[in-house]
């Protein structure tokens, strides 16, 4: 597929999208969303592909947050279409695993993309915050819900209510994100993330990171019952069977998505 605003490639079992605006630091405009949802579509069509990579092309930034030149044209019913909020979701939802790999400012928009993520990675250089109120505007590609469900919510309105700007080390000890690592290891570091999720059942790996989603926010009496409905249809499944004779055999798995 061709992009304007983004790099695709395929690497085995990896989709590896790349946010390709360096001369303007990453920004995103609904040109960006859609071409990215195009490119997580069809990775999530290619059986092959198990986990999608996220990270921005150059040095200097994940994503710096909204194209501000096109922000300042928008009106109340803009607010109502999909936009960041919508390819945010269509991430988390995903049934491929995602890996946001930040390599520089993650701004706004960009921390939003980098939450709506399963695993966040980034390199040492890396720069969090939402400071949308600095324009007047408060986050909406879901920061206001998604941070506070991350690193608490005191702390999520510290970050929003200031607009304050933090280091890759303070994002890791928040919980924010998962590592920090040298920026000539970033993508690295994410394959060998990839590495250890490969390895497991496919199916498995699908409906656990959908029981953590979808249950997350639910009273944990239903959360538990959709944990063991959900424990049910794998425990049906013809990898649950290889799984468990592998192990017994003491042989690696072969999974076949069933």
């Known amino acids: 597929m061709e992009f304007k605003h983004i790099l695709a490639e395929k690497d085995r079992n990896i989709g590896l999208i790349k946010i390709n605006r360096p001369e303007v630091r990453n920004a995103l405009d609904s040109t960006t969303y859609g071409e990215m949802e195009r490119a997580l579509t069809a990775f999530e069509k290619d059986d092959e592909v198990s986990v999608v990579i996220l990270t921005g092309e150059g040095k200097k930034s994940f994503a710096s947050g909204a194209d501000i ?18 390819i945010c979701k269509r991430f988390e939802q995903s049934g491929k695993v995602i890996i946001a790999a930040i390599n520089g400012f993650a701004l706004g928009g960009g921390c939003e993309l980098a939450l709506a993520c399963d695993i966040r990675i980034a390199s040492e250089s890396a720069k969090f915050g939402l400071p949308e109120l600095n324009l007047a505007i408060i986050p909406g590609g ?74 997350f926010d639910m009273n944990l009496d239903t959360a538990l019952m959709l944990e063991k409905l959900t424990q049910a249809i794998v425990f049906e499944s013809k990898d649950k069977l290889e799984g468990t004779t592998a192990f017994l055999e003491k042989r690696p798995a072969n999974f076949k998505g069933e």
Do not use: N
Not at 69 to 86: H, N, S, T, V, Y
């Open 69 to 86: 030149k096109q922000l300042q044209q928008r009106r109340f019913l803009d607010a109502l279409e999909p936009g960041l909020q919508g």
């Open 142 to 215: 879901g920061g206001t819900q998604r941070l506070g469900r991350i690193v608490g919510k005191g702390r999520a309105l510290d970050m929003i209510l200031t607009g304050s700007i933090i280091s890759a080390d303070r994002a890791e000890q928040i919980g924010l994100v998962s590592k920090v690592v040298a920026p000539e290891l970033l993508l690295e570091e994410a394959k060998e993330y990839t590495k250890a999720i490969v390895s497991k059942g496919p199916l498995a790996l699908k409906l656990a990171k959908q029981v953590v989603h979808q249950g």
